[in-house]
Each structure stands twice: as C-alpha cells, then as structure tokens.
C-alpha cells in the first residue's frame, strides 16, 4: 500500500479513529456551521497557534457526529512533518485522488486542509474543487494568502473568518471562572493562546510565548520575505509591542532606529511593519475624523494580538494596566467583527471609533476615574461628540457610575455584553 495512503489514515476519521478536539470555541463553530451546506470556501485567518487546527478538527468531528459519513472527511495539516511531501498543488492533487481511490467515498466530500498556504499553487487546487459535490475548509497563517491570485480565481466563492487568541469569555470557560474584576485582570496579566493553558509553570510559559515568536518571525517572515537584517526585524515588533496603544508613524520608528545607530531606511521599516501585520502578530489602527467622517493621514496605533508577547517577553518597559486594557479592548471590538478607527475631534482623541454594519461606538478607556478631574478629562472627547450615536467609557473600577448625558460606564469584565 501507498506509504502516503498509511499517512493519511493516521490523522483521519475512518474506520474509528479519532483526533483531539481540544475546548470547544462555540461561538466560531456556529458562525463557520451557520455557511456550510454549500460550495462557499470556508477559510481560517489568524497568527500561528491561536487555535485554527483545533477548529477545523471540531468542525470535521461536528461533521462526522451529525450524520457525515467519516469516510467522506479528508483531513490534512501541512505543517506536519508526516505532509511536508506535499509541495505543490500537484502533490496536493495527486494525493486526494489516492484517498478517492481507495476510500471510494459516496456523495459530498469535506475536504479540511489545514495551513493550506505552504503549498505552492494551492489556489488552483482550491479552484478546481470548488463545486457541488465538495466543501472545502482551508486555515492559513498569512493575512495576504487571500490576495492576488485567490482573489482573482475565487472572486465570491469563499467566506473569511478571522481567529484570535482565547477571550476573556473563552478564558472562563476553559478555567471555569466566575466573572468579576479578580479573574479579568488574572487574564490580563496573561495570554491567550490556547497551549499556554496546559503549561502550568511561569517559566516553560514563557519558553512557549518565546518559542512561538521565533516561529513566526523565522518561518512566516524571514523564510518567506527573504528578510536580511533578522535583528531588525525582531527590534522592530519588540518595539510595536512596547508602544502598543500609542499614538506613532512609520517616520518616528525610522528616527528612533537611526538615532540609535541602526542603518536602515523608512521604505525598509514601512516593509518590516507589514510582513508583520500579515501574521496577525500586531494590528494596525488609522486615525479616523469623526465630524469628517474620514480616516487620517500619519500617527496610527498598533496592538499586539496577545497580551502574552508583553506580559512574559518584555515585562520591563512599563507597559502599564491602562495600556494593556486599551489593548484588550481593541481585541474585544475586533472579535465581534467592528471596523475601528481611533478618533479624533475638535483636537481630543477618542480611543475607539467602533462600526458594524449601522451600528456605530464610541468608546473611551481608563485604568480607573479616580476623582472628578479624571471623570471630566476621560468624559470630555465623548461630549464633544455632537451625534446620537452610543458612548461609552470603559474602567476597572469595582463599582459601575451612572450614565453622564446618554454616555454609558461599563465595567471592562461586562464589556463583551455591551457591544455585541
């Protein structure tokens, strides 16, 4: 027998055989489950090990406990060293129509190709079962792996879902938590990435957070982009993740690396920042003109996908609890599928311009509104907002405030409540 044929049986469902499913992520599960049925491509976006192989085994297993005929799940990942054979959308080819011929599957078949992007060509791949007797359910580790020529062959015919690290909410119910401020800063003073929560010791914790930022950057980043100043590029997200929240360009992080004696450039930077924004490692916010109603030129903010990156690598750089809320907030609103800009208006800054479909937010952070002076200044930029759209300010304070002329004071632990 064909040794690729033993390979695949190894990590599929036939003949009883099961995979690790790991905690269930209900709410991706019903969003992803809520467009199977047809021929849409159904594609997992997100930074290295936040959990997409995970998902695509629960939706695989979902599958084959509703009636699929387990058979009719063809399952690969091609990060695995058993199926690094498969390089090229011909190998990927050839070795599905191995399983067709000695599987002889009858009826739809659901295809799960996991980091489907290491397969040179596997657009054309994808194309070419884009019909009605398969569903094909592909992850990728690479923002731009759904540009160019995807995007040309399959114009329409996929549905993107971006994946995150756990969220406060996943964060309960995988440690069975209650919610309150104690747990919510426990979170915050951790990470998301679901591996982390079957490593018990602080240290081997941080071998893995550093170990997973090697990763990216030397495989997604420096294999890739043929990166020649590996030093620079790591300077550079150490740099994004301790200036998360801050208002920054392109042109202030070119004068800091100059000043410092670094030879490099601000095209070299600008590219830098990019490959790096691709692997979901930071993201990047425009300043928006809330009276103009349009985006800014110049300083943008980032943050970091996982709190992690700062919490067990750069601890030493002052990155204080109203940074880190900021950033939690940013991940919370991107979750639940906002557009978010960082505001400005009549020269104040609002934290976050917040918009989904009609619904629109405006949303102020502070660690805690200690006195009035604190209320007046954290209140002030949402005053200054003439619509009637929601406003809200978000602390840690253990007691929630009244509203103050419609703007809403929610506690950061309940804040997911609010804006879904």
């Not at 998301?192 to 957070?209: A, D, K």
């Not at 200690?370 to 209140?379: A, L, N, Q, S």
């Not at 809200?392 to 804040?415: C, F, M, R, T, Y």
Request: hydrophobic fraction near 35%; proline fraction near 2%; aromatic fraction near 14%.
């Amino acid at each position: 027998m064909d040794d690729r044929f033993k390979t695949l049986e190894k990590y599929n469902l036939w003949g009883g055989n099961d995979f690790p499913t790991g905690y269930k992520r209900q709410d991706y599960l019903d969003r992803i489950l809520s467009y199977t049925g047809n021929r849409l491509i159904k594609v997992l976006v997100g930074q290295r090990r936040v959990g997409k192989s995970y998902l695509l085994r629960q939706l695989a297993s979902h599958l084959a406990n509703s009636g699929v005929n387990p058979r009719n799940i063809f399952f690969i990942n091609c990060e695995l060293s058993a199926f690094y054979f498969l390089k090229t959308n011909e190998d990927l080819d050839s070795l599905f129509n191995l399983y067709l011929k000695q599987i002889n599957p009858q009826g739809r078949i659901y295809l799960f190709i996991d980091e489907i992007q290491n397969v040179e060509g596997w657009e054309r791949f994808a194309n070419s079962y884009y019909t009605a007797e398969y569903e094909l359910f592909i992850s990728g580790s690479n923002s731009k792996m759904l540009s160019g020529e995807l995007a040309t062959l399959l114009a329409g015919r996929y549905v993107e879902f971006a994946i995150y690290p756990f969220s406060y909410t996943e964060f309960l119910g995988i440690t069975q938590k209650e919610n309150n401020k104690v747990h919510y800063l426990e979170y915050m003073q951790s990470s998301g990435m679901p591996e982390l929560y079957h490593l018990s010791q602080p240290e081997v914790q941080r071998n893995y957070i550093s170990a997973l930022k090697d990763t990216v950057l030397l495989r997604d980043i420096i294999q890739r982009q043929n990166i020649k100043d590996a030093k620079l590029l790591e300077d550079i997200f150490v740099y994004l993740v301790n200036n998360a929240s801050n208002l920054i360009s392109i042109r202030n992080i070119t004068n800091y690396f100059k000043s410092s004696g670094r030879k490099t450039s601000y095209d070299t930077i600008a590219s830098y920042i990019s490959y790096i924004e691709d692997t979901f490692l930071v993201h990047k916010v425009e300043k928006y003109q809330i009276k103009g109603k349009e985006t800014i030129a110049g300083n943008c903010k980032y943050y970091i996908n996982d709190l992690g990156f700062n919490n067990y690598l750069y601890q030493g750089f002052g990155y204080g609890i109203g940074y880190k809320l900021e950033n939690l907030i940013y991940l919370d609103l991107l979750r639940a599928g906002y557009q978010i800009y960082v505001g400005s208006i009549k020269n104040k800054e609002v934290d976050f311009v917040a918009i989904k479909g009609e619904r629109v937010i405006y949303l102020q952070s502070t660690y805690l509104l200690i006195d009035k002076e604190t209320i007046e200044r954290e209140y002030a930029s949402l005053e200054a907002i003439e619509d009637n759209y929601e406003k809200i300010v978000v602390s840690l304070d253990d007691l929630p405030l009244p509203s103050k002329e419609g703007i809403k004071h929610v506690q950061a632990w309940n804040l997911s409540h609010a804006i879904l």
